[in-house]
Structures are given as structure tokens and as C-alpha cells.
């Protein structure tokens, strides 16, 4: 928008000479066509099913990874979950690293949380406990809800395909 | 029907009006159309106007939870789950009593981190972004906002719970010379008496913090870094009640003080262990003729065991004080008797005989007897030296299984494990299940936490198991098992001999397995009974194959294996465990327990020699039987002759066989042939 106004402001300018006025290109670059797809490579990379999709595939292939009812129509506060969202994510990735298996997938529910991570069993079951009550009380007292954490233990990363 | 037909006009009007009455009564019933009812209102027929008036009923109001409530009821316990607290995971499932604790253990120390960083970092957590807003959520501002000397700041920090900053404070008032109220001068004193002179433990957290901040200090904190360190474990840290501590030097300084005074001063010396002061400090009162009040009486009436040594002076005394709350008029109430009972716990036989006078009083006054009273009284009557002839916990159990109880005293919650105990010394399985019940009732197994819970259902599995049948016993377990408790090794070791004792030997694999699981398979005593019930006689073919695979996962147990040390065979369980392969016909794994005899210098026994040949025989191997006599021979059993004669007549022997079996005896007899024919030869010589 920004860009066509001051395109057509150029335009508008007296005639200098021949192409004297250069728009700009203001908008950022979203690639579209490289969001959240792996590229193959040399064969040895693991990818699991959730990696291996492309965000076409959601509603068809592959399910949410956040739920909530931000997005409906007449409801409120879509951009505000996509803020906890984001926080929720790097804060997990910080509280367990290296032991998360997957993307993690949240959940909303009235007033309720409910984060459910997949986790490998590099750490011993009372260093889990420790983590996850940890995290569980932190996050009700930041976010003023009742925030539920689902740990669910996998031996290794789920392969889907080698890219 | 003929009704009907009477009021053929008036249906629309009655089927409305009826319709009316039912809606706001929310009943389903079917209306009923009868003339004779008269509530349904007017008919056209009638000529008299009825002023009925219709009745509606009153709106219910539901309690909040009432709902959950009823989905909850829907729901049975699920028998394969652990406890709500732990995760749904394999992995994260605790396995036995101790990994359920250092979970539940884990967890809360997670949380209490939690909470650390909240308070040191409220500015993180203070938007408000619930509406309306959760308090229970929000940091709490534990610094004192007013500054300066003044009584409102002192009265601030006394709230707050500083006992420090607060006596230093007050000091400071009496040196400027401001007058500090009676009122306020005695909640410094109840902070002190509560606290005991030491820091809350909140504050005690900080000043341990700056004393490891400060650490390269000068000697004092050195002095004190010991204490502190020694203090920081034990939950009992302090260390009594002080001579000439902040709390009587404040309450000698007072210009005046009031019956408050000496019942705070009282109750704090009763707290902290320093009864006899608590005493002057009761005879001060008299003196000055003030009144103490029920809580004094009670922390008075529980220190007797303290004042006095022998059972009937204590009983005495008791009486002393109760008497003067007669004269005081000073209403008893439930913590007085309860303090009485604990008292008479310690007064032997002077407390059976008064204890039940003491239950009737209460009675008496209308006071409903709380866990803790009923405690106290089983503890009285039959946990003493002598398991008493009396009948009072079968009246104690009538009464518990009628009400649900609730938290009244801190005593309450031994109720249930003294009970349990109880009946087991009794070994009584009626009682037992009716105590059961009582726990079922209301709220009442809200007074078992973890710890006990998994105390009082060991206990009543140890009951199980010598009581009652093996079908019985074996569905409790499963129901009970893992998710209600886990079961200690007795409760194996019972289970097991049950299982003897009913001659079900069968179901030894699948209670190995649960052995597997909880984590107990390296303990020698619960392998030495799995081991000598499995082999002490010959089972149908398919539990001996059971057998023997469970004799493997022992094998293995004593095997090397990642970084845990191996356990050490004896000479039984390797016998025991040679024979089991022996009986399923595995002899390769039977010869290899049997050639490590020599290693760890035991003898195998007869029984296993016979069992290994018969083996032998049964899978046609005389290779392995011509070994075994050999090994015989090598550890010079007294049934080698037996073994070799039997291989020669059982087995068919080819000839080289043969020969290596009589060099075998020969080699048995030559050092005594050779050292004959050396006798003889230096005989002849």
C-alpha cells in the first residue's frame, strides 16, 4: 500500500527526463515458497512426519499445532495467542534442552492451558518431575490461568523420511 | 376416564394449568388428571371460585462443584494408574514406594523454584491479565512499606512476620522514648513465642543467602555458618527456648501487662520445650490474679508428661489445672480433652482407667470426639505392653464408619495407620475391612497423604495374605497394586507364602514379574523364597518351562551387566537354579550353573546331582552325565560312587564313553591305589 502510494507520488512528479523516477520495493521479503519446508539433502538427515509436511498440509495431512478460538469469527485476542504462543515455545525449547522430541502442541480450554510436549529420555524421571513442575508453576503465575504440561516420554525421534 | 368425560370443556384449561404446575417444579412425572385433586385449579362444572394458589417450589441452588462432582461419581478408580500427581508416561510412572516419594518429592521442590524466582523477580509477574484478577497468582509484596519509627511500622512488620526487624524496631521505640501500646507490645510477643525467638523461614532463606555471599567475613559469621548449615536440613531447628531470650526480656521490660501476656509467654515456653518456666510463668498468673484462656489450659495440660515423672502425679496435676479452669469458668473445648488423652498416653495404667471417664465427659458437654481423640484412645488401650481384653476398637470403628470427619487437630491424620496396626496385631480381617469402609466414607481418606497411604494398605495386604483365602487375596492385588500402593518386599514375601500355603505355585511367574517391576530382584532374601518354592518339587510341564525362564532373569541378575555391581551366587540359589533348568530340560544352561560351583567353593547337593543326571537322561546326553561325574569326582562328593554306578546302568555308554568313565574312577582310586601300592612297595622294601 505504502509502496503503490509513493509509486503513484512519483509518478505524479513533473516529467525530468526519460525514466528519471525509480519506485522502490519497501514490502519485506516473505518467502512463501521456502516457509517450514526441509530441503533435501544428502539423504542423511532425519526429518519426522511434522517436519516433513509443508504448511499446505494442515487440515489435510497434519493437524494444528495451537489451538484456540482466537481465530473464529466474532471472537478476540488471535494476535495475543500468537504472542504466548511464541513465548510458550522458546520458553519450553529453554526449560528442556535438548530433550524435546517434536513441535510443541498447545491447547486452550476455557481458562485452561494445555501444553503437551514430546520428550526423549536423555534426562532421569526425577529431573522431569523437577522440570515440569517447574515450568507448570511459572507459567500459571505469568499467564493468571491454570496451565496443564502433558509430557509424554519416546525412546528417540519418530523418522518419517531421511532427506 | 369418566372424569374426563365430566370435564370434556375444561381440558384445554386444565391441561395448561397443569402444565404451568409442572414446568417450574421441573418434574417429569405425568400429570394426573383425577377430580379429586384439586390443585390442578378451576373446572368449568365447579361454581365456586377455589383460590388455589399455586404452589411453586423453591429454586435449588447447586454448590459449585456440583457438577463435577456428579461426572466425577461416574467414574470408578482406574487399578493400572498411578497417582493423579505423576505423569501418564512408561517412562515417568514411579515403580515402587521409594521412586513415588522422590517423584512427588521432585516435583515439589520444581514448584518451590518456581516460586523462588517469582519472589525475587516480581516485576516479571505482576500484570494483571485475567479479569477479574487472580490473587492466588499474582507476587506477593513481602517489604515492609512503612518507614520510620512508628508503632504502624512495627505493626507492619509484624504482620509481614520479620522478627528481627521487628524487635529491633521496638527497641528502638523505647529508646526514643515512644510509648508502644499494650496491644501492640503483646502481637510482638505472640511473633515472638510463635517463632521461638529464631527467624520465620522465609527469613531465614534470605539471611542464608547473604551469610554465602558474605562468607570470606570476619569470625562471627564464620561462628555462625556452622549453625546455619546444621539449621538448614533439619526441620526442627530450633534450638529451645533460650535463657533471658528477646520474648522475656520484652516482657520483663513491660510496664504493664495483662492475662494476654502471660498466655502468650506460657503457651511460646510450652512450644519450645521449656515446660517448668511454662509452669512459674502459670503460677505468675495466679498470682496476679488474671485469667488464662482454653489455649493456655490446653499447652498446659499437654505439657504434664514433661512436669512430672510418675503416672499418678501427672494425672494429678491434669486434674489440677482442670479444676482451675472450673474455677476460672473456662469453657473445655475438643484440642483440651485431646491434650488430656495425650497426656494419659504416657500415664500407663492410670490412663485406661481414666481415659474412658474422660470420653464420657466430653459426651457430656456435647463435644464431638474428633480421629484424634479415637487415636489416642487405641493407642491407650492397646498398644501398651499388654494386648488389653478390652473390646473398644470394635465401639471406636462403630462410631468412626457413621461420620465423615474433619481436620480438627494436627493428630488426626495417625487415626487410620494406628487403626490399621491394630487390627493387624489383633489379626482380626472383620475389623479390618469395616475400617475399611470408615475410610471410604465422605472425606475421610483425605486424612491419608502418600507416605501413609502406602503404610496403611501394606498393612492390610500383610492382613490379606494371612488371613483370608487365595482368590480374595490375589483380587485385592490386583485392584490394590500399583496404583493404590506399592507393595514392599514383605508384602512379597507374604504374598508368596500365601500362595504356598494354597498350593498355587503357578502364579510365581507373573508375581516375579511384578518383582521385575518394582525393582526388588536384587534382593537376596526375596530370591532366595521365589528360588526354594520354585524347586522344591516337580510341577507339570508347562509351569516348569515357566519356572525356568524366571530361573534365567535370576541368572541374570547375578551376571555382569552394565555398570551395576553383580550379586554374589550362594551356594543354594546356584543349586536351586541349576536344578529348575535341569527339570525344564535345558541341560547346556543347567551344566553351566553347575560348573560354577567350583568357582564360588560350594557343594551342590544331592538332590541337584540326581536332578541334573535325570536330566540327562531325559534329553539322552551321557557326554553331559559322564561331566558331571567327573565334576563329581573333581569336588570329591561322597556320592560320586552313586552317580558313576547309576551312569553306568542308565545311560547307554559307547566305548569310549565307557573308558573315560572308568578312568574317572580310577582316578579317583589311583592316588589311593598308588599310595597303597607305594605302601606296599615300601612295605616290601
Given at each position: 500500500m505504502a509502496a503503490a502510494a509513493a509509486a503513484r507520488g512519483l509518478r505524479a512528479l513533473p516529467h525530468i527526463g526519460p525514466s528519471a523516477a525509480r519506485p522502490l520495493h519497501t514490502t519485506p521479503a516473505c518467502l512463501k515458497t521456502r516457509a517450514a519446508r526441509v530441503r533435501v539433502g544428502k539423504g542423511d538427515k532425519l526429518v519426522t512426519y511434522e517436519q516433513a509436511h509443508p504448511p499446505h498440509y494442515i487440515g489435510h495431512r497434519k493437524g494444528w499445532l495451537s489451538l484456540h478460538t482466537g481465530n473464529l469469527c466474532g471472537e478476540g485476542g488471535a494476535a495475543e495467542r500468537a504472542v504466548e504462543d511464541a513465548f510458550l515455545r522458546r520458553f519450553l525449547a529453554g526449560t528442556f534442552p535438548g530433550v524435546l522430541v517434536d513441535a510443541v502442541v498447545l491447547r486452550r480450554r476455557a481458562n485452561l492451558l494445555v501444553v503437551s510436549t514430546l520428550l526423549g529420555r536423555a534426562l532421569p524421571p526425577t529431573k522431569l518431575h523437577f522440570l515440569g513442575g517447574y515450568a507448570e508453576t511459572l507459567l500459571s503465575h505469568f499467564y493468571k490461568c491454570p496451565v496443564r504440561l502433558e509430557l509424554q516420554t519416546l525412546p528417540a525421534r519418530v523418522p518419517y523420511k531421511y532427506l | 376416564m369418566a372424569a374426563w368425560r365430566v370435564r370434556g370443556g375444561s381440558w384445554q384449561r386444565v391441561v395448561w394449568l397443569s402444565r404451568r404446575c409442572c414446568s417450574p417444579g421441573g418434574r417429569r412425572e405425568g400429570c394426573r388428571y383425577s377430580s379429586s385433586s384439586t390443585a390442578l385449579g378451576k373446572t368449568v362444572d365447579n361454581s365456586e371460585v377455589t383460590q388455589e394458589e399455586i404452589v411453586l417450589p423453591r429454586k435449588k441452588t447447586w454448590d459449585k462443584l456440583a457438577v463435577l462432582q456428579t461426572l466425577a461419581s461416574t467414574v470408578k478408580r482406574d487399578p493400572t494408574a498411578a497417582h493423579y500427581m505423576f505423569y501418564d508416561d512408561p517412562f515417568l510412572m514411579p515403580r515402587n514406594a521409594a521412586t513415588s516419594r522422590l517423584f512427588a518429592l521432585s516435583k515439589e521442590s520444581g514448584r518451590n523454584a518456581a516460586k523462588y524466582i517469582i519472589k525475587h523477580f516480581p516485576q516479571y509477574f505482576d500484570k494483571t491479565l485475567a479479569d477479574p484478577n487472580v490473587l492466588c497468582l499474582m507476587p506477593e509484596t513481602l517489604t515492609p512499606q512503612i518507614e520510620g519509627l512508628s508503632e504502624e511500622a512495627l505493626k507492619e512488620r509484624i504482620h509481614l512476620r520479620k522478627v528481627k526487624d521487628s524487635v529491633n524496631l521496638f527497641d528502638q521505640l523505647l529508646q526514643a522514648g515512644t510509648p508502644v501500646s499494650l496491644e501492640t507490645t503483646n502481637s510482638l510477643l505472640d511473633l515472638l513465642c510463635f517463632y521461638g525467638d529464631q527467624e520465620s523461614t522465609l527469613e531465614k532463606e534470605e539471611e542464608e543467602e547473604k551469610e554465602d555471599l558474605e562468607e570470606p567475613e570476619v569470625n562471627a559469621s564464620e561462628q555462625k555458618a556452622p549453625r546455619r548449615r546444621f539449621q538448614r536440613g533439619s526441620q526442627l531447628s530450633d534450638s529451645g527456648w533460650r535463657e533471658n531470650n528477646n520474648a522475656e526480656r520484652i516482657f520483663k521490660i513491660m510496664p504493664e501487662r495483662n492475662a494476654h501476656s502471660y498466655c502468650t509467654m506460657i503457651r511460646g515456653m510450652v512450644k519450645h520445650r521449656a515446660p517448668a518456666k511454662a509452669y512459674d510463668m502459670y503460677i505468675d498468673l495466679l498470682n496476679e490474679r488474671?485469667?488464662?484462656?482454653?489455649?493456655?489450659?490446653?499447652?498446659?495440660?499437654?505439657?504434664?508428661?514433661?512436669?512430672?515423672?510418675?503416672?499418678?502425679?501427672?494425672?494429678?496435676?491434669?486434674?489440677?489445672?482442670?479444676?482451675?479452669?472450673?474455677?476460672?469458668?473456662?469453657?473445655?473445648?475438643?484440642?483440651?480433652?485431646?491434650?488430656?488423652?495425650?497426656?494419659?498416653?504416657?500415664?500407663?495404667?492410670?490412663?485406661?482407667?481414666m481415659s474412658l471417664l474422660v470420653v464420657k465427659e466430653m459426651e457430656a458437654l456435647d463435644i464431638e470426639p474428633s480421629l484424634a481423640t479415637y487415636d489416642h484412645l487405641l493407642y491407650i488401650f492397646y498398644r501398651g505392653a499388654d494386648l488389653g481384653q478390652s473390646n473398644i476398637i470394635s465401639e471406636v470403628l462403630d462410631d468412626v464408619e457413621k461420620r465423615s470427619f474433619s481436620p480438627q487437630d494436627p493428630d488426626d491424620a495417625n487415626f487410620f495407620a494406628t487403626a490399621m496396626q491394630v487390627c493387624c496385631d489383633l489379626k482380626d480381617i472383620k475389623l479390618a475391612y469395616q475400617l475399611n469402609k470408615a475410610m471410604e466414607k465422605g472425606d475421610n481418606w483425605k486424612f491419608l497423604d502418600v507416605d501413609r497411604l502406602n503404610a496403611y494398605w501394606s498393612k492390610f495386604f500383610s492382613l490379606l495374605c494371612m488371613m483370608e483365602q487365595i482368590d480374595v487375596v490375589l483380587k485385592w492385588y490386583k485392584e490394590m497394586s500399583p496404583s493404590l500402593f506399592y507393595p514392599t518386599p514383605k508384602n512379597i514375601l507374604d504374598l508368596l507364602q500365601a500362595l504356598d500355603a494354597a498350593n498355587h505355585l503357578e502364579?510365581?511367574?507373573?508375581?516375579?514379574?511384578?518383582?521385575?517391576?518394582?525393582?526388588?530382584?536384587?534382593?537376596?532374601?526375596?530370591?532366595?523364597?521365589?528360588?526354594?518354592?520354585?524347586?522344591?518339587?516337580?510341577?507339570?510341564?508347562?509351569?516348569?518351562?515357566?519356572?525356568?525362564?524366571?530361573?534365567?532373569?535370576?541368572?541374570?541378575?547375578?551376571?555382569?551387566?552394565?555398570?551395576?555391581?553383580?550379586?554374589?551366587?550362594?551356594?543354594?540359589?546356584?543349586?536351586?537354579?541349576?536344578?529348575?533348568?535341569?527339570?525344564?530340560?535345558r541341560t547346556q544352561d543347567a551344566w553351566n550353573m553347575m560348573e560354577r560351583f567350583q568357582q564360588i567353593n560350594r557343594i551342590p547337593t544331592d538332590q541337584v546331582m540326581d536332578g541334573f543326571l535325570n536330566c540327562a537322561k531325559q534329553t539322552?546326553?551321557?557326554?553331559?552325565?559322564?561331566?558331571?561325574?567327573?565334576?563329581?569326582?573333581?569336588?570329591?562328593?561322597?556320592?560320586?560312587?552313586?552317580?558313576?554306578?547309576?551312569?553306568?546302568?542308565?545311560?547307554?555308554?559307547?566305548?569310549?564313553?565307557?573308558?573315560?568313565?572308568?578312568?574317572?574312577?580310577?582316578?579317583?582310586?589311583?592316588?589311593?591305589?598308588?599310595?597303597?601300592?607305594s605302601d606296599s612297595d615300601s612295605d616290601r622294601d
Open positions: - | 488474671h485469667k488464662a484462656d482454653v489455649h493456655t489450659f490446653n499447652a498446659l495440660i499437654g505439657a504434664v508428661p514433661y512436669l512430672k515423672e510418675r503416672f499418678f502425679e501427672r494425672w494429678e496435676l491434669a486434674k489440677v489445672f482442670l479444676n482451675h479452669m472450673v474455677q476460672q469458668e473456662v469453657q473445655p473445648n475438643l484440642l483440651t480433652f485431646n491434650a488430656l488423652l495425650k497426656t494419659l498416653r504416657r500415664c500407663g495404667g492410670v490412663g485406661r482407667s502364579v510365581i511367574p507373573s508375581v516375579w514379574e511384578d518383582v521385575k517391576q518394582l525393582g526388588f530382584n536384587k534382593r537376596q532374601d526375596l530370591l532366595e523364597e521365589v528360588l526354594s518354592l520354585m524347586s522344591r518339587e516337580q510341577h507339570p510341564e508347562e509351569i516348569q518351562l515357566a519356572f525356568a525362564k524366571c530361573a534365567e532373569d535370576i541368572k541374570a541378575v547375578h551376571e555382569p551387566s552394565g555398570r551395576e555391581v553383580p550379586l554374589q551366587w550362594t551356594g543354594s540359589a546356584l543349586g536351586r537354579v541349576a536344578l529348575l533348568f535341569s527339570r525344564a530340560g539322552n546326553c551321557p557326554d553331559e552325565a559322564i561331566k558331571l561325574v567327573k565334576l563329581a569326582a573333581a569336588l570329591s562328593l561322597p556320592s560320586a560312587a552313586r552317580l558313576k554306578s547309576r551312569t553306568e546302568k542308565e545311560f547307554e555308554l559307547s566305548e569310549k564313553q565307557k573308558k573315560t568313565l572308568e578312568s574317572i574312577k580310577s582316578d579317583g582310586d589311583s592316588s589311593d591305589s598308588d599310595s597303597e601300592s
